[in-house]
C-alpha cells in the first residue's frame, strides 16, 4: 500500500497543506542560494567591472550580502526543524 506521499508524487492524491508548504519552501531556499551565488561572483568580480559599476556593488550589493545569508540560514534551519519535528 501506497503511502500519502507516494500518492502525491504519482498524482493520486492532492497534496497536503503541510506538503504544499513545504513545497514553496524548498523553492524559496532554493532562489535564495541562487541568488546569494550570484551575488557573491558579482562582489567577487567587482574589481573587474567599470568604476560606476563597481560603486554600486560596494554601496548597495556588499552590505545587502551578509543579511541574505542569514534569512537564508534562518530559513534553512527553521525548515530542518519543522521537517525534523511534524515531517
Same mark, same amino acid.
Given at each position: 500500500?501506497? !503511502?500519502? =506521499?507516494?500518492? #502525491? $508524487?504519482? %498524482? &493520486?492524491? &492532492?497534496?497536503? @497543506?503541510?506538503?504544499?508548504?513545504?513545497?514553496?519552501? @524548498?523553492?524559496? +531556499?532554493? *532562489? *535564495? %542560494? #541562487? *541568488?546569494? +551565488?550570484?551575488?557573491? @561572483? $558579482?562582489?567577487g568580480?567587482? %574589481?573587474?567591472?567599470?568604476?560606476?559599476? !563597481?560603486?554600486w $556593488? =560596494? !554601496?548597495? *550589493?556588499?552590505?545587502?550580502?551578509s543579511?541574505?545569508? +542569514? @534569512?537564508?540560514?534562518?530559513?534553512?534551519? +527553521?525548515? %530542518?526543524l $519543522?521537517?525534523a519535528?511534524?515531517?
Amino acid at each position: 500500500m501506497k !503511502d500519502q =506521499a507516494a500518492k #502525491v $508524487v504519482t %498524482g &493520486e492524491a &492532492e497534496p497536503t @497543506v503541510f506538503q504544499a508548504a513545504e513545497g514553496y519552501s @524548498v523553492g524559496i +531556499l532554493g *532562489l *535564495l %542560494g #541562487v *541568488l546569494i +551565488l550570484v551575488e557573491g @561572483v $558579482v562582489i567577487g568580480a567587482s %574589481g573587474f567591472l567599470p568604476e560606476a559599476a !563597481d560603486q554600486w $556593488v =560596494a !554601496d548597495v *550589493l556588499y552590505p545587502s550580502f551578509s543579511p541574505t545569508v +542569514l @534569512v537564508f540560514l534562518a530559513g534553512s534551519t +527553521l525548515y %530542518g526543524l $519543522v521537517k525534523a519535528r511534524f515531517g
